[in-house]
């Protein structure tokens, strides 16, 4: 159990510079997650922390130990791939105990062990079989059971989820959450996926481009995106260009102009007047009458999804906006009516432009 | 993506001295032989001004191209209707048409001419048989021989890549044509054939390559009609003593000509290389009634003439001869007495030499394969294209070219039995590669990753890893790569030495001595040499020989 320090990481395969600048602080026994579009970056980041990408620039400390120019034979890593990665040639069981093999852990302890990791991850029946003959949730978790086997200093795990189908993968991020929260191994987990990141993560680190947009848990990242890109990549989020009047001082909650009408939230230190930018989660709006105020709207198109409608409405300006209701008559409102939106003051947050 | 820092310089290093020893013992000979007939002779270009003056080697030329066309649209002919209808249609005696083209495939080239002569030649059996009920068959040997041999030898090579494309081949796409109102035949033309042709064309292309390049046939069968391998081989043995230029010369013609036609290959290649999805393929339909007895009866002579030089090659070895004479129906065992009492060293120096080109080989193609595929440093280019050069070069011209460069200076290795080795070694490179490499594709990198993850070091992790995963098709490699090599005849005869001679080198002066008798002997010893490790492989590690060929 041990804490990652990334200190002024560059990463880059000639001129282009695939990570440039980036510093982090990863909790001993946490479960971290990077997460992000592809081509953000953090599958390079969880190969150079593996150390299969040689570092450029800055250092990696794993607990004390500075591993920067350590080769990734030596870096005690467990590590789960996208494809499984499992030996083909060789049985679970052999999988399995490679690692400690290569440890020379004596073979009796090794039978233990093996069988012991086997059995936590429901796989202690199929020790003699190849990994062809297995399903796809059944080879991740094989290869679960080879990374924590050797009790690594840290677990890295790379998209293990995304060549599964939706049930397996319900099953097998359970599986990836309990061993994880047993074992209290510092963990570093790549997805694309969102809801994967909030599920399983104490804290997400959000990327783009090659450095990390927001760090945080995942209710930080969820409620309090410090940006339109957040916002959008996690949970999906209305961005709204809005002008800050001169007379609108820091502080909340203000009222800020939009589209006829004015929405109440709080306006950051940092914000001038000037443009800004709304951000407004769809399940974050309500929908009233006109008259009872909020911002005036024509509801222009409406999908019934049984438990909740999402709405699609056009402001006087013409931006549109996605607003999701549920509870009660969720589905009452009609095409072509004129509607007023209110803004959940507390959640509805601006940003800089 | 995988160049991992500690290990980065091993790679680096065998790359950088693998390649050093292809441009030493493949890159450098060619140059030299092409180099050579600019500056040899008695003034610069003198071999250059022979070859357009003087008009057997222009004849020579055309010939070989003339040939080479003929073989094509023979092999084109047998070969396209054959994998059609194997791929189609059932029909009685279906599996045995869907396999015996394969077993021809290593009937080794002297063999077959030898054993065409021993069938068909001025002392042959059917020759004889037809003599006798007053029927007067033409010469064999000339342009009937030659077209009918090389077409029998080469037509599976279209069989074998007609075979693929059509079993490749969406049906659903020829279904959709159908539903779009396309007759059944007319949905097929429209459909199959522009997706097909373009292997079609690829495999008849290098059916031209290989007539090219033949030096048993065209010298066995050839007499009177000069072709440019054996004009070739024929300057290079007159060599000595006289003028070195025209070998050189006509060698540099050969490659030219082979170059220009696999780079019409990669571009038919390259430009038909559709994108096609996986689908159904066809269910063959099974034909029945006259359709069906006309069917097997034209597949089964196929097959049946394909397997001719194997039948032939067994009754020749044990019957009885005495010199030239052969006493067709009286039975021996002198023919293998002599050979494995008195002269067995063609038989040990063909498993020792063919031995260690294979290990040799084999070495090379996995190191070679894995530095091009998975480990790329500056180098991994170089052997990617000097490793399918081979391709390009008749065994005559390898030859030539290590003999010139390895004659005298500092390495000499002419006479000695390295060359040998160096010089099968070298030729067989693209099979032993791109045999090594086809597996190597679909091994991911994450396997090795993982491997080292775990703890184990890089160069460990290969052997734990990838050698274990990549060994079926090693097997296979090391099988083609023997079996090729075992039976290797234009570059060996070139650089051999006396005492050095192998079993296809004593086949074939034996053939020249119209000893056919001791060369069937040879001839089954060699077939047993090639066909015993084709069987193990194929039973013990259930390696599909012909997957990649």
Redesign the interface.
């Known amino acids: 159990m041990v804490a990652v320090t990334i200190e002024g990481l560059g990463v880059g395969y000639g001129a282009t510079r695939i990570i440039d600048g980036l510093s982090l602080t990863i909790a001993s026994g946490s479960f971290f997650t990077l997460l992000g579009p592809s081509g953000c970056g953090k599958t390079t980041l969880l190969?150079t922390l593996?150390?299969?990408?040689?570092v450029g620039a800055g250092s990696l400390r794993f607990g004390d130990r500075d591993v920067t120019?350590v080769?990734?034979?030596?870096?005690?890593?467990?590590?789960v791939?996208?494809?499984y990665?499992?030996?083909?040639?060789k049985t679970l069981f052999d999988n399995v105990a490679?690692?400690l093999r290569?440890?020379r852990v004596e073979e009796g302890a090794i039978r233990t062990r093996v069988g012991e990791a086997l059995e936590r991850v429901g796989l202690s029946a199929l020790g003699a079989r190849r990994p062809a003959e297995l399903s796809g949730g059944q080879r991740q978790r094989v290869?679960l059971a080879?990374?924590l086997v050797?009790r690594p200093t840290l677990l890295?795990m790379d998209e293990p989820l995304s060549n599964l189908d939706a049930k397996l993968r319900l099953q097998v991020r359970e599986t990836i959450g309990e061993l994880q929260r047993e074992a209290g191994i510092t963990t570093v987990f790549v997805t694309h996926d969102q809801e994967e990141a909030l599920a399983l993560s104490d804290r997400i680190g959000l990327m783009r481009e090659g450095r990390l947009e927001q760090v945080g848990t995942p209710q930080d990242i969820y409620r309090a995106p410090v940006s339109a890109y957040v916002a959008d990549f996690v949970g999906g989020a209305n961005t709204l260009k809005v002008e800050l009047p001169r007379s609108v001082g820091a502080g909340g909650p203000r009222a800020v102009p939009l589209g006829g009408g004015t929405v109440s939230t709080e306006v950051p230190e940092d914000l001038r007047a000037g443009a800004a930018m709304l951000l407004a989660r769809p399940e974050d709006i309500a929908l009233g009458a006109p008259e009872a105020g909020g911002v005036p709207a024509t509801i222009v198109a409406r999908q019934y999804l049984g438990g909740v409608t999402r709405y699609t409405v056009a402001l006087a300006t013409g931006q549109r906006l996605a607003v999701a209701l549920h509870g009660g008559d969720h589905d009452r409102f009609r095409a072509d009516q004129a509607v007023g939106l209110v803004f959940h003051p507390e959640r509805t947050r601006l940003v800089a432009a | 993506?995988?160049?991992?820092?500690?290990?980065g310089g091993v790679w680096l290093a065998l790359s950088a001295l693998l390649a050093g020893l292809m441009v030493l013992f493949l890159l450098y000979p060619v140059g030299m032989v092409i180099a050579s007939s600019f500056t040899g002779g008695a003034s610069p270009g003198a071999g250059w001004v022979r070859f357009a003056t003087e008009g057997k080697y222009l004849a020579a030329l055309g010939n070989t191209v003339l040939l080479g066309a003929i073989v094509t649209v023979g092999s084109a002919a047998i070969g396209v209707p054959l994998a059609y209808f194997a791929a189609r249609h059932d029909f009685p005696g279906k599996a045995l048409v869907a396999i015996l083209p394969l077993t021809t495939l290593v009937v080794p080239e002297v063999i077959a001419a030898q054993t065409w002569l021993m069938m068909l030649g001025n002392n042959g059996l059917i020759t004889r048989w037809l003599a006798e009920q007053g029927i007067a068959v033409p010469s064999f040997y000339g342009w009937f021989g030659l077209s009918v041999v090389m077409t029998f030898t080469y037509y599976t090579y279209v069989y074998i890549g007609t075979l693929a494309a059509i079993r490749g081949f969406d049906v659903q796409l020829e279904e959709a044509a159908q539903g779009l109102g396309s007759p059944p035949a007319t949905a097929r033309w429209k459909v199959l054939v522009p997706v097909v042709l373009p292997a079609v064309l690829a495999s008849c292309l290098l059916v031209f390559t290989l007539v090219a390049g033949n030096f048993a046939v065209a010298t066995i069968l050839g007499h009177r009609v000069p072709l440019l391998s054996v004009l070739t081989y024929q300057a290079f043995v007159s060599e000595t003593g006289s003028d070195p230029v025209m070998q050189s010369t006509l060698a540099t013609v050969s490659i030219g000509l082979v170059a220009a036609v696999l780079f019409l290959q990669r571009r038919v290649v390259s430009r038909g290389r559709y994108e096609i999805v996986m689908g159904r393929g066809a269910r063959p339909t099974r034909l029945r009634g006259a359709a069906a007895i006309a069917l097997a009866a034209g597949a089964g002579l196929i097959v049946a003439i394909s397997l001719l030089p194997l039948v032939s090659v067994a009754i020749g070895a044990f019957t009885f001869a005495r010199g030239p004479v052969t006493r067709w129906g009286q039975w021996t065992l002198a023919n293998f007495e002599r050979i494995i009492l008195n002269a067995p060293d063609p038989v040990l120096n063909t498993f020792l030499y063919a031995g260690c080109a294979t290990a040799l080989g084999l070495a090379i193609a996995t190191l070679a394969s894995y530095l091009i595929v998975k480990k790329r440093t500056p180098f991994s280019p170089v052997l990617d294209y000097l490793s399918t050069l081979p391709l390009a070069l008749s065994g005559t011209v390898i030859g030539i070219g290590l003999v010139i460069t390895f004659n005298t200076g500092w390495l000499t290795l002419a006479g000695t039995g390295a060359i040998i080795v160096i010089a099968y070694t070298v030729r067989r490179l693209p099979f032993g590669v791109r045999n090594a490499s086809s597996t190597l594709y679909n091994i991911?990198n994450?396997?090795e990753?993982?491997?080292?993850?775990?703890?184990?070091?890089?160069l460990r992790?290969f052997f734990k890893?990838v050698l274990?995963?990549m060994?079926p098709s090693i097997v296979a490699a090391g099988v083609l790569v023997w079996t090729t090599t075992v039976a290797e005849l234009s570059a060996s005869v070139v650089v051999y030495s006396g005492g050095r001679e192998t079993m296809p080198i004593q086949i074939f002066r034996l053939i020249e001595s119209n000893l056919m008798a001791q060369a069937s002997a040879y001839g089954v010893l060699m077939l047993v040499a090639i066909l015993v490790p084709i069987w193990l492989a194929t039973k013990l590690f259930k390696v599909d020989i012909f997957a990649a060929r």
């Open positions: 190969r593996a150390g299969f990408v040689p120019q080769p990734p034979h030596r870096r005690d890593i467990g590590m791939f996208q494809d990665a499992l030996f083909p040639d490679y690692g290569a440890r290869a080879r990374a050797i890295l | 993506m995988t160049g991992s820092t500690s290990a991911p994450s396997l990753e993982a491997s080292i993850g775990l703890g184990v070091p890089p992790s890893v274990p995963v060994l």
